[in-house]
């Protein structure tokens, strides 16, 4: 087996990475010896955890829905960092909803943060790794993009996106030296999980062990990086039954209730404003 890549002196850029799951992969790139440039709606929360780093860390206030913001983002880096190595899609919404009552506001935000914001990051990453024949793209989705669950439609139609666009670009960069990796946790202990309950079915993680499958996906580039890597034996398994029984197996253990029934519960209410850009303080648009 090859020895695995170092991180150390490499430039990773990362979304939403002012709290949670972009703020612990920050600090375990940085542990690793990368240099970092973390991108968040909130600048203060990306500026304390860039100060946390250190190594001449950087972090900015950045609204990912803004392309030309996102890309004068990627233009600040390199030229205060060097040439960008790393670019991890990150920035994220959840709001739980039954879709025939979700507002146009909301699914407008899911397509604008969790996929076309993804869609733009990956071709400029992709535009600026090219001539330099290296490079690694990395985009979190999530376990809702291999399996529709019932109170995110919208939620799980974009990371349906972002898994087949990470697919496709596999194997459109394949020979270029280009490396994609696209992350599926199951239901991760942060904000966006807020009001969420543990479930048998689906091992809950912290966002240390997704930072922490990110780096091994660096030092050793593969395209599926589950959350809990339990999770990828589960789908295909699951996957050899008949959709029916799929259904059935969900409804009988209530697995297909764990995000519907969160809907309403008092804890996701902060979030949710959070999210739906409603928040004062505007710190949505954070992966959580």
Request: contains cysteine; hydrophobic residues 45%; glycine residues 10%.
């Amino acid at each position: 087996m090859a020895r695995p890549r170092s991180l150390t002196g490499r430039i990773v850029v990362i979304t939403g990475a002012g709290r949670g799951i972009g703020a612990a992969t920050a600090r375990a790139v940085g542990r690793a010896g990368a240099r970092v440039a973390l991108a968040d709606l909130d600048g203060d929360l990306a500026a304390a955890v860039a100060a946390e780093v250190g190594d001449g860390s950087l972090g900015r206030a950045v609204d990912v829905t803004d392309h030309a913001a996102y890309a004068a983002f990627l233009d600040e880096v390199e030229r205060e960092l060097g040439p960008i190595d790393v670019l991890i899609n990150n920035a994220g919404v959840m709001l739980v909803t039954e879709f025939a009552d979700e507002s146009p506001e909301s699914i407008s935000r899911h397509l604008e943060i969790n996929l076309h914001a993804v869609l733009f990051g990956s071709q400029q990453a992709i535009r600026r790794m090219r001539p330099r024949g290296r490079g690694h793209l990395v985009n979190v989705a999530s376990a809702a993009g291999k399996g529709g669950f019932p109170g995110i439609a919208t939620y799980s139609a974009t990371k349906f996106g972002v898994v087949g666009l990470t697919e496709a670009l596999s194997r459109e960069v394949h020979g270029t030296g280009i490396d994609v990796s696209c992350v599926m946790p199951a239901v991760v202990r942060t904000d966006l999980a807020d009001g969420v309950e543990d479930h048998w079915l689906m091992k809950t993680s912290t966002p240390e062990d997704v930072a922490d499958a990110i780096v091994r996906a660096l030092q050793r580039p593969r395209l599926d990086v589950y959350v809990p890597s339990s999770l990828n034996a589960m789908n295909r398994s699951m996957a050899l039954w008949p959709r029916r029984a799929q259904s059935w197996f969900l409804r009988v253990t209530k697995a297909d209730r764990i995000l519907a029934d969160a809907a309403h519960s008092p804890a996701r209410a902060a979030y949710e404003q959070r999210a739906a850009g409603k928040d004062s303080t505007r710190s949505a648009k954070i992966r959580g």
